[in-house]
């Protein structure tokens, strides 16, 4: 088909309709030009502000969240199915724990055995359990024992055990060393265990009790709480530190805004879930609140020492489990003191 001759009212129509679909495609195109721009400007903002809450918490925001849901939700699940699915999960955690911490203090050059470290953490947590959990009928003539401190029995038998497996290592040719800092090296396997693992196999203590998983669950919420409530208070009101040698981000701001969350968190879960009094719940949350600072001070203090910024890289925008879990070792200690104090008093 020929174009119509010019001047026609036909090819005025065919300008005319060739012009409209101009006009549009310009059109089209200058508003997918400003909507590149818009996402390109939100993307920019989103990682200024991203990179601003980073240079201030040390931490990636989205994937702290994300892993932080993951972690969260894996924790509450093991509780609500079944006690001995949380013990299992507990005792992969402190291995994992065990196996970053033995790393880190190898790499600052103390020899700690790893494979001893990890078979004494082991063998502690069912302990643990079984300490307050009935033991299986076939199992109850031969580790019946356990129902009276089995957890400090085996954490000892553990410690001592890394101790006598660090001890054959120095007689083996080329890993001899001075006494000095063969001692140091034994002192560190003992600071593992007694830290990283006998403290956190507290929660597994307390879920071994009757209704001891909802203590679990409360001590959990509130050491999330206290955690996000110095997080938030720090990230916007944070102007005085608290121990700048120690932790630089930590502030008292950060401080008070954990002490507040966990107040309130710790009145909803004691008399929500624990059916225990308001007063129960204000002690409970300070309590757990203070445990939780100390815990994060103290793996501070050692990742100072160590000169790293994170036990791990194992959890992206947390670190390593270690680093997660700082709070939670010796509030779960605080926790199960205050479920004896609390039943006692009844």
Avoid: C
């Avoid at 059109?27 to 909507?35: F, L, S």
């Avoid at 999960?89 to 470290?117: D, Q």
């Amino acid at each position: 088909m020929t174009d119509a001759p010019e001047g026609t009212p036909r090819s005025r129509r065919q300008s005319k309709r060739a012009k409209s679909r101009a006009d549009f495609d310009a059109t089209v195109a200058d508003i997918e030009a400003q909507v590149r721009a818009t996402n390109a400007k939100i993307e920019a903002q989103v990682r200024a502000t991203n990179a601003k809450i980073e240079e201030r918490t040390g931490r990636n925001l989205v994937a702290a969240v994300v892993i932080g849901i993951v972690f969260g939700a894996a924790f509450l699940l093991s509780l609500i199915l079944l006690k001995e699915v949380f013990m299992l999960f507990a005792a992969a955690l402190f291995i994992a724990v065990t196996l970053e911490l033995t790393t880190a203090f190898r790499n600052s050059g103390r020899n700690v055995p790893r494979v001893a470290s990890i078979i004494a953490a082991l063998a502690v947590v069912p302990a643990a359990f079984y300490t307050s959990a009935p033991l299986p009928a076939a199992l109850e003539p031969s580790l019946g024992w356990l129902h009276e401190n089995g957890q400090w029995k085996v954490f000892l038998l553990g410690a001592a055990f890394v101790t006598v497996w660090r001890l054959v290592e120095a007689t083996l040719p080329g890993r001899r060393k001075h006494a000095r800092e063969l001692g140091i090296d034994i002192l560190a396997g003992l600071f593992i265990q007694a830290y990283a693992v006998f403290l956190g196999t507290f929660t597994v203590l307390l879920d071994g009790e009757p209704n001891g998983q909802w203590w679990v669950i409360s001590l959990l919420v509130i050491v999330i709480s206290t955690d996000t409530g110095a997080y938030a208070a720090g990230l916007l009101l944070g102007r005085h530190k608290m121990a700048p040698r120690i932790s630089p981000k930590k502030t008292w701001e950060g401080f008070g805004g954990s002490i507040l969350a966990a107040l309130i968190a710790g009145i909803l879960m004691v008399t929500l879930l624990l059916h225990l009094s308001i007063l129960d719940g204000i002690v409970f949350g300070i309590a757990i609140a203070l445990s939780a600072t100390l815990g994060d001070l103290t793996e501070s203090l050692i990742k100072r020492d160590l000169g790293i910024k994170d036990i791990s890289n194992w959890l992206p925008g947390h670190g390593g489990f270690l680093d997660r879990l700082d709070s939670v070792l010796p509030s779960a200690a605080t926790a199960y003191a205050l479920f004896l104090i609390f039943h006692g008093a009844k």
